[in-house]
């Protein structure tokens, strides 16, 4: 069955450090992946969309790296600050025609000051 | 752009009590909504993929019949949770997906906390 992984520990950071989150998938080709921002009591809020063609996507101080003969996708947040604190959620999509996206368990993210 | 509106955003019943949820498309035009539903710490499972002017397609494990989908405009998807009891209880959230354009993300709406008592 097709099955998306995140690591299920807080990523606990100091400020001003590049924030690393891992996305792996099993079992199936996304045409693409999405990540997403989720805060407490909120529903997501879009990233960053990367297509199985791109190697690498960016947006301000965020990046998206997707490798689909590893079949995983890192996100980077730069120069972290407490406002980045959160619960980032990977969703990969496009296996079919019904936009359908499977959304991986999210890392929650804390930036400490 | 692109915003997604879900109405109410809590909601405290008695068991037995069926309550309804909106979600709009306010300022794009969606084909295709999603439901998912999430428990304290735990990702969105999807629900249901509602379709306008079609039949909702569930999910393995969802019982069309507890939760009803309509989605009758380009704008506005609405799930029914029939005969509520507690262990319905839980996060609802909707997305909507912009017509005609492929590869695009969903946009979500702010949720809906739905208790039962």
């Known amino acids: 069955s097709q099955k998306i992984e995140q690591n299920s520990e807080a990523l606990n950071i100091q400020e001003g450090k590049t924030a690393t989150l891992t996305c792996n998938y099993t079992?199936?080709?996304?045409?693409?992946l999405q990540w997403y921002r989720q805060d407490p009591g909120r529903g997501p809020v879009f990233l960053l969309l990367i297509r199985e063609n791109e190697k690498e996507k960016r947006k301000e101080r965020l990046k998206v790296t997707f490798d689909t003969t590893l079949k995983q996708s890192l996100f980077h947040i730069t120069a972290s600050q407490p406002a980045d604190s959160a619960t980032y959620l990977c969703?990969?999509?496009?296996?079919?025609?019904?936009?359908?996206?499977?959304f991986g368990s999210g890392t929650r993210l804390l930036v400490r000051p | 752009g692109a915003v997604v509106s879900q109405h109410p955003s809590r909601v405290i019943c008695k068991s037995g009590t069926s309550v309804k949820i909106e979600c709009r498309s306010l300022?794009?035009?969606?084909?295709?909504m999603f439901w998912y539903r999430q428990f304290p710490k735990q990702s969105l499972m999807l629900m249901a993929t509602s379709n306008e002017g079609s039949k909702a397609t569930y999910e393995q494990g969802v019982e069309k019949d507890k939760f009803l989908i309509n989605h009758a405009s380009l704008t506005l998807s609405t799930l029914t949770v029939t005969s509520a009891h507690p262990e319905d209880s839980s996060f609802y959230i909707c997305?909507?997906?912009?017509?005609?354009?492929?590869?695009?993300?969903?946009?979500f709406g702010d949720g809906t906390r739905l208790s039962i008592l």
């Open positions: 997305s909507a997906y912009p017509r005609g354009i492929s590869n695009q993300p969903q946009h």
């Open positions: 969703a990969p999509g496009g296996v079919d025609s019904s936009y359908k996206l499977i």
């Open positions: 079992n199936y080709s996304p045409a693409y």
């Open positions: 300022d794009f035009q969606a084909t295709t």
